[in-house]
């Protein structure tokens, strides 16, 4: 797991930023006149919207791409997806997009990644998030210290540690 400071380049379109889920989170498939989920091999009736955002980042050592799903999502936001697809005009339309999510573009973060490569990116290297944070004074410790990256299992990580205590 590393802490990684990082701008948002763009929001990928490609799978929306949210899915319809069965109650053990997996997403369903309509199946009229109910949904199917595949997990739990059966119809169901009680669904759910969770996010499922993805979004490509740089740093000054590259780019990535970065997964947040709903629980972290929820946190960072301050309310589940089902109050964010209340708020848009065109709720249930794939082709709505909330300005919360339109208003991360351009903007640094520090985000917890996991190390290990996760599925759910059409096939492309997807690193899934923990946690994300944007508040500034973190940011400007993070900067301060001249880091990009801290790796959280290397020594090193003490001096970082009033940092990190805030992501957690």
Not at 41 to 49: D, E, F, G, R
Not at 127 to 142: A, M, Q, T
Request: glycine share 6%.
């Amino acid at each position: 797991m590393s802490i990684i400071m990082a701008t948002v380049d763009q929001y990928v379109t490609d799978d929306g930023w949210w899915f319809l889920s069965c109650i053990c989170h997996e997403q369903v498939v309509p199946d009229s006149p109910a949904y199917y989920c595949e997990r739990c091999n059966k119809h169901v009736l009680m669904i759910t919207p969770r996010f499922r955002i993805t979004f490509h980042v740089t740093d000054n050592t590259g780019s990535a791409t970065f997964l947040m799903h709903d629980s972290v999502a929820a946190e960072f936001f301050g309310i589940p997806c089902s109050k964010m697809l209340e708020f848009g005009e065109n709720v249930g339309m794939s082709s709505y997009v909330p300005d919360e999510l339109l208003n991360m573009v351009g903007k640094c973060y520090l985000f917890k990644v996991f190390s290990k490569v996760g599925a759910g990116c059409d096939g492309e290297k997807c690193y899934p998030i923990s946690k994300i944070n944007d508040d500034e004074e973190l940011l400007g410790r993070f900067k301060r210290h001249n880091s990009v990256v801290i790796k959280l299992d290397t020594p090193s990580v003490s001096k970082y540690m009033s940092i990190l205590e805030k992501l957690h």
